[in-house]
């Protein structure tokens, strides 16, 4: 890390792009994750308690709440709790991601029903926080070429799965309204797509599909969320297409 970058004590913003919030209590944590971060062109600000970090994602919008489980005044799960409940809150429909030096299965699987988008485990990579910017719509390109090639063997080949690819999501969105109440067809519908969009390319739908599966098998109750940022990542995705 840059020997001239330092550990905020205080809320401090980072660079420019995706909004992020970290709210960690441990500085060496707080220090890589931000830092990483940055240099995946994420705007971030930092705190060290939960009371902070509560008070700043209620006064701002964050693209992805960062949240340490455990920390001086309130962990993730009371923070994301609260917010969600908060309708004046500005972070109430933020990407949420939940973070531990340690974590049981159980414990995971209670953060996911929970609301959580994903769960890391620290020590963490750059790879890592690169994935979780992946979570949020904007964070990433709607079509990879490159990724696109590799999966289906050559760039012939990409396009004419593109254009099936194209098809199926006109289909999907004329039918996503009948299955926002039948899950187990929108899930079938998810299963498949996922297949499509790895043989295309297609990371920033593969991504909300993830996420919307996710949602379907541990918060059926409440998709709102997940469903409104795949039905923002299928236009995205048929926009880039048809470009």
Known sequence: MPANVTVPSSPHIHATGVHVLVADDDP?????????????????VTCADG????ALARG????LLLLDCRMPGAGALQILSTLRADEQARSRRGIAVASSAEMAPAE????????????????????DLQRLLGWVGHATAPLDDQ?????????VTMQALRGLLRSE??????????????????????HRLRSSCGFCG????STATMALQQAL???????????????????ATLQALDA
């Open 28 to 44: 060496a944590s707080r220090r890589f994750l931000a830092d990483g971060l940055h240099r995946l062109d994420a705007r971030v």
């Open 169 to 190: 999501l006109e289909l999907l969105k004329r039918d996503l309204a009948r299955m926002d109440t039948d899950h187990a067809a929108l899930a079938e519908r998810l």
């Open 51 to 54: 009371i902070e970090a509560l």
């Open 108 to 127: 995971r699987s209670a953060l996911l029903a929970a609301g959580f988008s994903d769960v890391l485990v620290k020590p963490c990579t750059l790879a």
């Open 202 to 205: 297609a990371t920033m739908l």
């Open 217 to 235: 098998n541990h918060v059926p109750a409440d998709i709102a969320p997940s469903l409104q940022r795949f039905n923002l990542a299928l236009d």
């Open 147 to 155: 990724a696109g090639v590799l999966a289906s063997g050559d760039p």
């Open 60 to 63: 701002q919008a964050f693209d």
